[in-house]
């Protein structure tokens, strides 16, 4: 599944396919799964990454990259979990709990998808 | 005060030593453990501005982030080699796509290594304080290693520090590089991105760093080179 346009929300988002837009969560976690391809800002109190990102993240809480995982883009968090094999290209930059996700722009309402609980953007499962 | 001006107060000892004799390059605990006064100087150099902006050249890690950030630096990282094995892959399958005969086709050494830098090491002018560069330049290709240093030399500020290391023989593995602390590295194997092109001697590497100022040179026990060069 591919999805075009900015999503935000309120809840967890499990992202397992393509998505391009800014996504913006005021709570909860976002995981870009290791099937997962995001061109995208995100920001998020907690953010995930398994797959492939391309655009800035910026987390509330803590930002946590998989051994697997490929960020191209800027970091800021006030945690941030780098496993080995983990592959980044940016900037990284640490900021107090709680500053980072609050200072990125929402999405426009017209191009919102709003989501009120565990959401999953990708294939269905079998 | 300056990072000229520190280094100038330093000039004493500079020509009394400038190639020190390392220190022990691997500690009994562990092979993989490696001192690196290279970096315990590149830290001195460049602690007058706690703010500065580091740029990793190599793999990510954890605890490379940690150091840097905790001691107030803003640490950018870009694994050039990964990058240029990525990019040359990208091209071949590009270039076996193209029918045969198209002459268009043809690129040169030189043409590839112009092509990677419109993507890589894409920052401002005189961003950067201070440069890593483990196990990097003598594994670069002979056309690409030039446009690479002078690329780094226009993103390094004035006065900037660029710490690299260099092989005196070919290694038997290829490490990535964590920081441990401000004087130690944990060496890392690592599957092998790029053959070693060459073992470079000492005048090569002042050569390879024409635009800068030479610093120190620190040789290991395990006859790695670290080399530290200001802009």
Redesign the interface.
Known sequence: MKIRGDISGDCHLIIEGETHGKIHLANGRVTVAPSGRVTADIAAPEIVIEGNVQGNLQARDNVRMGSASHVQGSLLSPRIRIEDGARFRGKVEMTRPGHAADSSARATPAEDREVSSTAIVGTPRG | MDWTAKQRLNSTATARATVKPGPESATPASANIRVSNGLKEFLWLITDNGQGKILDLG????ST??FF?EKGF??????LL??WKEFLLAEEESLRKTPVGDGSARVSQGMLAGKFLDTALQYPEDYFHGVLAWDLFDYLDAELLPRVMERIYTVMRPGGAVLASFHSRAPERFNRYKVVDSQTLEL?PTPTLAVHARVFQNREILDIFGKFRSSKTFVGRDQVREALFLK
Do not use: H, K, P, Y
Not at chain 2, 59 to 62: E, I, L, R, Y
Not at chain 2, 74 to 79: I, K
């Open positions: 793999a990510v890690f954890q982030v940690m950030i803003r640490l950018s990282t870009e694994d990964r990058s890392v």
